[in-house]
């Protein structure tokens, strides 16, 4: 028996989990680490529907946000005591560069719900992952959201920075016109 090795015998579990890197750790050679996730140019941003408000939290990109804390996530809107829960847009906004300027590119909101009290929510799981990869892509989906939280993500994006705003495509713009 190995003594320097205190594993009392049990193998050893191997994570089956992905890679998410900041920067380019690769620069484009296509080895290994190639197919990796890079999440240097997206943002969380919340939108609180009752509260009509707009707020980043990159605890988000890990479901650390501190809406999401100390709260269970079930897939089921209707299981979640409705007396003291709270609706919420994450919109998933990703940074791109055309003609060497900045603006939005891909933008792409999901629905949830926190009870805080009740320490449960609902979040359909598969679609944030899914509206990330969208957003990442360069897709705008906002059409499906209420009006009201349109009209704060669109106050929000051109006063966070007017020259993305107007950098980005005819969709978004038409989108949220509201």
């Keep these: 028996m190995d003594l320097l090795n205190n594993d009392n015998g049990k193998k050893q579990k191997r994570s089956a989990g992905f890679t998410i890197l900041s920067n380019d750790a690769n620069d484009g050679h296509g080895g290994y680490g190639a197919g990796t996730l890079n999440l240097d140019q997206v943002t969380p941003l919340f939108i609180d529907v009752e509260a009509e408000e707009a707020f980043i939290d990159m605890g988000a990109m890990h479901a650390r946000s501190e809406v999401e804390k100390r709260v269970k996530f079930i897939p089921d809107a209707d299981a979640v005591p409705k007396e003291g829960e709270k609706a919420y847009w994450l919109v998933w906004i990703t940074i ?25 929510g609902y979040k359909n799981l598969p679609e944030h992952v899914n509206y990330m990869d969208k ?8 059409d499906h959201m209420d009006v009201r939280s ?8 051109k006063a966070h920075n007017e020259a993305m705003w107007h950098h980005a495509d005819a969709k978004l713009h038409q989108d949220l016109d509201v």
């Design 96 to 120: 791109g560069v055309k003609d060497k300027q900045p603006y939005y590119a891909g933008v792409a909101g999901c629905y949830m719900t926190v009870n805080k009290k009740a320490k449960r």
């Design 150 to 157: 349109r009209a704060v993500l669109k106050d929000f994006l």
């Design 135 to 142: 957003s990442i892509k360069g897709h705008i989906l906002v």
